[in-house]
């Protein structure tokens, strides 16, 4: 009986495994024109020409490749029961970036469907980027992507990989459009607010505002407690 539940056992562990008779499949290299591939169709003309021309100066003056792939899922290419960072790391080696004497290519790789996007370094940078790509993918890529716009996210990713290779200081994210504007709005108004204040005193709108935000603050704050 005890050999027959170990038995039972080893074949639910043999079941969750991947099945050996299906082989990962990855998408085509780019050619020499590009740096990328969209299989998941996200990257504009814009966005592609923009990562071009950072990826091609970063191989001319530092030879270091990097790429960018979109893809619309990992099933897509028998990869459903892997992790993103697992795949990145096959289809890193399948392409063969970098080379054996200066293994220091990048990839980003982007699973659309699957809500999942990893920086790949190769083996010659070590660990000691890791924090850096981390940061990446929190400040430029991740929020783009929650607004929908992957292309830009992607760029500013490419931007922030770029960056680590050249040893300098990770771009910061970009103000949103109405960033200024609501500044400068916000300053009149509270410039108003306190020549009302002053001049009306008690009496005037600047005082019956602070007063009414006070009390909701302290409603606030109680409802809280």
Known sequence: MK????????????????SPGVALTFPDKPTDEHFWVDNAGIITPEAGAAIDKMAFALWQEQQLP?????????????????????????????WGIGSNERNYGMLLLVSVGDRKARIEFGAGFGR?????????MQS???PKFKGGDYATGIVEGVRGMDAIARGLALPQPKAPWWFWPAVIVGAIFL?????????????????ALLAALAVALFFILRNAG
């Open 66 to 94: 990097v790429y960018v792939v979109t893809i619309r899922s990992l099933a897509d290419y028998e990869a459903s029961g892997y992790s993103i960072e697992g795949y990145a790391a096959d289809l890193f080696d399948q």
């Open 3 to 18: 050999h027959l539940f170990i038995g039972w056992v080893v074949t639910a562990l043999l079941c969750l495994l991947p």
């Open 140 to 142: 430029l890529i991740i």
């Open 191 to 207: 410039g108003l607010l306190i020549y009302n204040l002053f001049k009306a005193g008690k009496g005037g709108w600047a005082f």
């Open 128 to 136: 000691e980027h890791d924090r850096q790509a981390e940061d990446v």
